[in-house]
């Protein structure tokens, strides 16, 4: 178990899984959706890609949060 900013117990595993799925395949998810409709565009389709450097910072409460929008 992990403990959170307020001060409670989670599982990290399904905490980490969470935002594995949402920060990193949902973005891999989303492009390969948009893929077919950008290349269908008769101008230079472009996908950009938004970060932050949040992903560097070493807070143990939000490791996999931080973990996730790194990569």
Same mark, same amino acid.
């Given at each position: ?10 599982e &990290? #595993? !399904?905490?980490?899984? !969470?935002?594995?799925d949402?920060n #990193? #395949?949902?973005?891999? *998810? ?5 893929? /077919?409709?950008? *290349?269908?565009? /008769?101008?230079?389709? *472009? ?10 910072l &070493? ?13």
């Amino acid at each position: 178990a992990n403990f959170d900013s307020a001060g409670g117990t989670r599982e &990290c #595993y !399904e905490s980490a899984k !969470e935002c594995i799925d949402t920060n #990193y #395949y949902g973005t891999v *998810r989303l492009t390969k959706a948009l893929l /077919p409709f950008l *290349r269908l565009s /008769p101008h230079k389709a *472009r996908i950009v890609m938004v970060s932050s450097i949040a992903g560097q910072l &070493c807070v143990s409460s939000t490791t996999a949060i931080l973990f996730t929008i790194a990569a």
